[in-house]
């Protein structure tokens, strides 16, 4: 073969390779459409979509428990999922109690990632006209603290009982409502406040407050910085955060109160995952195409810009340590000809 019929031939397979990756649908399912998340699920559909390489259809509004499972069965092929989901999973813990230890850590073993980004912070909210006191009024309150089932709810409950030992259905009453009702359960007044993931700024806070002024509290300093608190702060999916209090950082129409300046909170970390079976060259595109529209992934939306997109170290990606799931073969390629250095402990 001489080489232009050889060059023809390269060409002629890479078209054919390039037009059975843009045949490919696939299904995903996140969070809320104006959540981080639910933002970069949509993202990715828009920019994989545009590069040729699949057509998503994207559900929002999921409940992310399920997602995970779902992609771990091979029902469907990309997922929204914090941290803390795999982690549970792997030990037939918490939401996936019902699988049990040994299929809860062979599904948790079909699970890879792709790139990962912080999620939100959580933290105390209530309407002004509420005259909500702060973390001392919960006890006896209603307080919405995320979906029926699933990472936030599990994070919500878990940052009430650090910061005042109180326990839901015990000491207060949790109100879960599906993410899709989220600003209505916000504003019809059928809790006395909230504990649910926020961003900064944050897009469904920030349409409640439409209909009033808010207060935001958060975590007491003596708290946050005690051993409870720290060790609370490296639980698998979780990372404690400190940062300047601005005008606006939440949202408009909302206070944040703090004894210095500072506000002081829990994040969630996780990320896109697929099934370990995802054809490598399809999980390659995937992430390329994640890496190459950094920009256009932060120009999305205000509360997208301070995320940790495009980070590769376990202080910000949730990885190695107890967390169960490793990157996919075809990301880890993708990451490392971006030039990045993927910590051993992250790869297959």
């Not at 040729?52 to 499972?69: E, P, R």
């Not at 699933?150 to 878990?158: C, E, F, I, M, Q």
Request: glycine share 12%.
């Amino acid at each position: 073969m001489n080489i232009k019929n050889h060059a023809a031939c390269v060409l002629f397979t890479s078209l054919l390779a390039s037009q059975a990756i843009a045949q490919t649908n696939l299904s995903a399912e996140t969070a809320g459409p104006t959540t981080v998340p639910g933002i970069s699920v949509v993202t990715l559909g828009e920019v994989a979509s545009q590069a040729g390489i699949a057509d998503v259809q994207v559900k929002t509004n999921q409940t992310l428990t399920n997602s995970l499972q779902s992609v771990a069965e091979g029902s469907i092929d990309i997922a929204t999922t914090p941290a803390l989901l795999p982690f549970l999973m792997s030990r037939g813990a918490g939401p996936y109690a019902a699988l049990g230890a040994e299929q809860g850590a062979e599904l948790a073993s079909r699970v890879a990632a792709l790139y990962t980004y912080r999620y939100s912070v959580y933290s105390l909210s209530a309407f002004d006209s509420k005259r909500f006191p702060g973390w001392e009024g919960i006890a006896g309150a209603t307080i919405y603290n995320g979906p029926p089932r699933g990472a936030a709810l599990t994070k919500a409950r878990g940052t009430i009982k650090l910061v005042t030992g109180l326990d839901d259905g015990e000491d207060y009453t949790g109100l879960q409502v599906n993410w899709g009702q989220r600003v209505k359960t916000i504003t019809d007044g059928s809790a006395d406040a909230h504990v649910l993931p926020m961003g900064f700024p944050d897009g469904p806070l920030g349409q409640a407050s439409a209909s009033g002024a808010m207060t935001v509290w958060s975590v007491p300093k003596d708290i946050f910085e005690s051993e409870a608190g720290k060790k609370f702060g490296a639980a698998p999916g979780n990372v404690g955060l400190v940062v300047p209090i601005e005008d606006g950082l939440i949202g408009e129409n909302i206070t944040i109160l703090s004894e210095d300046g500072f506000f002081r909170a829990y994040g969630d970390v996780g990320g896109e995952v697929v099934n370990v079976a995802m054809d490598e060259e399809l999980a390659y595109q995937l992430t390329k195409v994640f890496l190459d529209n950094l920009d256009t992934y932060k120009n999305k939306s205000p509360n997208m810009r301070n995320t940790w997109l495009g980070e590769i170290e376990p202080e910000f990606t949730g990885m190695c340590g107890p967390y169960p799931v490793k990157y996919h073969p075809g990301a880890v390629r993708a990451w490392e000809e971006a030039g990045f250095s993927v910590p051993d402990c992250a790869k297959p």
